[in-house]
């Protein structure tokens, strides 16, 4: 009598999964640049004689981490975690950054010569969060510092706050969007529309577009891990390729970073990305404020 016992089914392996990382890395980085990038950003200064800091106008959603990137860039300076700019609570849903205010950088006792303008987070319906108006008016030097967003009504001319007559020094010449990486996907059409409205306004005065993309690290295992992977993760160049097709700024002109969040010391490869990021965002500001005379 034969075996009772069956033959086991073969049943056909599963392909491996696709593999996470690019052979070559998407964009070219050299993690070992810190203390030169420091350096630079230390010694640099506006090209115009009538500009003591070059102004940087930050907007972008509620959450999205543009008061913890200030905060972070502040730290990779002071070599210990900042937290100057007040910081949006999930826990609490209170929108903390609700006033226009500067911040400065400081490295030692040395304070360098460009100022972070934060404003109040961009919120998806119409009625709410502040008026694109007052985004434009303020990259153009017309809103005061400590001015309060109305999400009713834009600022006018009539107001306190309003600088009818700004001079250079009052002028922004880099418009930051901070953007996470991890919500980008779900940026619905009303708060890309408001994104439209104001590239258009300052594109027409020749005011350069940077996107901070935050929060790579939620999106990207290979990059919690290990952040020199950056470079080389499909997931955040196709997170990077999404926030361009969406905002309409360039790749050149997105940069990905991690602030600095749970952390309790700084760390010489977050420091390295906010570094450049800012090294890039100052560069083309300071080459807009070159262009003054031609506009």
């Given at each position: 009598?034969?075996?009772s016992?069956?033959?086991?089914?073969?049943?056909?392996?599963s392909?491996?999964?696709?593999?996470?990382?690019?052979?070559?890395?998407?964009?070219?980085?050299?993690?070992?640049?810190?203390?030169?990038?420091?350096?630079?950003?230390?010694?640099?200064?506006?090209?115009?004689?009538?500009?003591?800091?070059?102004?940087?106008?930050?907007?972008?959603?509620?959450?999205?981490?543009?008061?913890?990137?200030?905060?972070?860039?502040?730290?990779?300076?002071?070599?210990?975690?900042?937290?100057?700019?007040?910081?949006?609570?999930?826990?609490?849903?209170?929108?903390?950054?609700?006033?226009?205010?500067?911040?400065t950088?400081?490295?030692?006792?040395?304070?360098?010569?460009?100022?972070?303008?934060?404003?109040?987070?961009?919120?998806?319906?119409?009625?709410?969060?502040?008026?694109?108006?007052?985004?434009?008016?303020?990259?153009?030097?017309?809103?005061?510092?400590?001015?309060?967003?109305?999400?009713?009504?834009?600022?006018?001319?009539?107001?306190?706050?309003?600088?009818?007559?700004?001079?250079?020094?009052?002028?922004?010449?880099c418009?930051?969007?901070?953007?996470?990486?991890?919500?980008?996907?779900y940026?619905?059409?009303?708060?890309?529309?408001?994104?439209?409205?104001?590239?258009?306004?300052?594109?027409?005065?020749?005011?350069?577009?940077?996107?901070?993309?935050?929060?790579?690290?939620?999106?990207?295992?290979?990059?919690?891990?290990?952040?020199?992977?950056?470079?080389?993760?499909?997931?955040?160049?196709?997170?990077?390729?999404?926030?361009?097709?969406?905002?309409?700024?360039?790749?050149?002109?997105?940069?990905?970073?991690?602030?600095?969040?749970?952390?309790?010391?700084?760390?010489?490869?977050?420091?390295?990305?906010?570094?450049k990021?800012?090294?890039?965002?100052?560069?083309?500001?300071?080459?807009?404020?070159?262009?003054?005379?031609?506009?």
């Amino acid at each position: 009598m034969g075996s009772s016992e069956s033959t086991p089914v073969q049943r056909p392996s599963s392909p491996p999964p696709p593999n996470p990382e690019l052979v070559k890395p998407w964009r070219t980085f050299d993690w070992g640049q810190k203390k030169y990038l420091k350096e630079k950003l230390e010694n640099f200064s506006p090209s115009h004689p009538d500009v003591k800091d070059i102004k940087i106008l930050v907007a972008g959603p509620i959450g999205g981490g543009k008061s913890s990137f200030i905060n972070s860039v502040d730290s990779a300076f002071q070599g210990r975690i900042s937290s100057r700019a007040l910081v949006y609570s999930y826990a609490s849903g209170q929108i903390l950054s609700q006033n226009l205010k500067g911040f400065t950088i400081r490295s030692g006792k040395k304070t360098l010569p460009f100022i972070f303008k934060d404003t109040m987070g961009l919120e998806s319906p119409v009625s709410a969060g502040p008026q694109t108006e007052d985004i434009i008016n303020a990259v153009f030097g017309h809103v005061k510092d400590g001015y309060k967003f109305n999400e009713g009504q834009a600022l006018t001319y009539k107001d306190q706050h309003f600088n009818c007559d700004p001079n250079l020094s009052d002028q922004s010449f880099c418009l930051v969007y901070v953007i996470a990486a991890d919500t980008v996907q779900y940026t619905d059409d009303c708060l890309l529309d408001k994104l439209k409205i104001i590239r258009q306004r300052i594109s027409e005065k020749g005011i350069p577009q940077v996107i901070v993309m935050t929060k790579v690290d939620e999106v990207c295992p290979l990059v919690k891990k290990d952040l020199r992977k950056m470079f080389t993760s499909k997931k955040i160049k196709e997170k990077m390729e999404l926030c361009s097709a969406k905002v309409g700024v360039p790749l050149t002109n997105i940069f990905p970073v991690k602030n600095y969040h749970n952390e309790i010391n700084t760390d010489d490869d977050i420091d390295v990305l906010l570094l450049k990021a800012l090294e890039q965002i100052v560069q083309l500001a300071n080459d807009r404020l070159e262009d003054t005379d031609s506009y």
